[in-house]
């Protein structure tokens, strides 16, 4: 069995051939040495694995010098990792569409950021050829043509991608408030915003319901549970005020706000891209757990991958991608498609 493994900054996430997918929170930046536990730790959930298919985001996180260390650590944390759980095979995907056993220092910016492009191809092999995809994670979200099956981009770093507009640097969870809003409305008044880290746009999804509350979860801004109660008082803090000002009602007013101001920013890295290629896809592929954030055509074909997949697959989509393709010998030339 291949189960393939997106190494992200924040989350670890796996999904094998089967379609059995889980995700980890994992801030590499804090403790990077523990990266290998991590991951044998979530592997040995997944039986029989015969070899591992990768993708990695993580190598940018600050506690790497730069990403051809960031790179370096990964890949010899998987290859560690692999060891002690007895799987022999680790390959691992570039944005020139092909696996590689042996990492050099020549394949750093291949390897670096590539999950966009693994769960691309997938998608043109497979579901669709001409296509606009978009996937909302929980830091950015990804746009990305595809033509004739193939990914239709040139720009294949972060830096390239920002430009263009396939990468908008918001996500469904960790976007700090104060990068989506300047100022906010309140009681009749535009206040700017504190720029602190005090709320992110996570506490404006739970408290307009388009996150579930979780009591046991502290991975928030404050520490304190992601529930309503604490988003609300969390989204206040913006402001310079707190829970004793600021009602559950009031904060859905500034929830809103933060919720529109992210749309916007997407719609427009969208616009700009579609702009930019003379593009007008044929259908939009949606994937990740952030769809709420999108505005998409009413007269064209939607197509999620959470329906088409599974919500957990979807949310792991880019490890699914790279399991398949690995195992269906994947590579850069466009075949006829296989069947997920």
Same mark, same amino acid.
């Given at each position: 069995m291949i189960v393939g493994v997106d190494i992200g900054g924040a989350n670890l996430k796996f999904a094998d051939e089967s379609q059995r997918a889980r995700s980890r929170f994992f %801030? @590499?930046?804090?403790?990077?040495?523990?990266l290998k536990d991590a991951l044998r730790e979530s592997l040995a959930a997944f039986?029989?694995?015969?070899a591992l298919a990768i993708v990695m985001t993580g190598e940018l996180a600050d506690c790497f010098v730069d990403r051809a260390e960031g790179v370096d650590h990964i890949t010899a944390h998987v290859h560690q990792a692999a060891a002690q759980l007895g799987i022999?095979?680790?390959y691992f995907y570039g944005v020139d569409g092909a696996f590689r056993q042996r990492v050099g220092v020549e394949d750093v910016d291949l390897l670096a950021a590539a999950n966009w492009h693994a769960l691309a191809s997938f998608v043109g092999r497979t579901i669709t050829a001409d296509a606009l995809l978009i996937d909302v994670g929980s830091t950015t979200t990804?746009?990305? %043509? @595809?033509?004739?099956?193939?990914?239709a981009t040139k720009a294949m770093t972060d830096y390239?991608?920002?430009g263009e507009g396939s990468l908008a640097y918001i996500g469904c969870q960790r976007t700090p408030v104060c990068a989506l809003c300047s100022s906010l409305r309140f009681q009749d008044r535009s206040v700017p915003v504190m720029n602190e880290v005090f709320a992110t746009i996570d506490d404006a999804r739970i408290v307009?319901?388009?996150?579930?509350?979780?009591?046991?979860?502290?991975?928030?801004?404050d520490g304190k549970p992601r529930t309503k109660e604490f988003a609300a008082n969390r989204l206040a803090r913006m402001l310079g005020l707190d829970r004793r000002r600021v009602s559950l009602q009031q904060a859905t007013h500034i929830a809103d706000q933060v919720i529109h101001a992210a749309r916007e920013r997407i719609a427009d890295s969208i616009q700009r891209l579609l702009a930019t290629q003379s593009f007008r896809p044929q259908?939009?592929?949606i994937s990740g757990h952030g769809n709420d954030l999108l505005r998409l055509p009413d007269d064209q074909?939607?197509?999620?991958?959470?329906?088409?997949?599974?919500?957990?697959?979807?949310?792991?989509a880019p490890s699914y991608a790279v399991a398949m393709q690995l195992s269906h010998g994947f590579d850069q030339r466009p075949t006829a498609p296989f069947h997920a």
């Open positions: %801030p @590499i930046w804090r403790q990077p040495e523990l039986p029989e694995v015969t022999k095979s680790c990804d746009i990305v %043509p @595809i033509r004739d099956r193939v990914v390239d991608r920002l307009l319901g388009f996150e579930l509350e979780s009591p046991t979860d502290f991975q928030t801004a259908a939009y592929v074909e939607v197509i999620s991958l959470a329906e088409r997949l599974g919500p957990d697959v979807s949310r792991c």
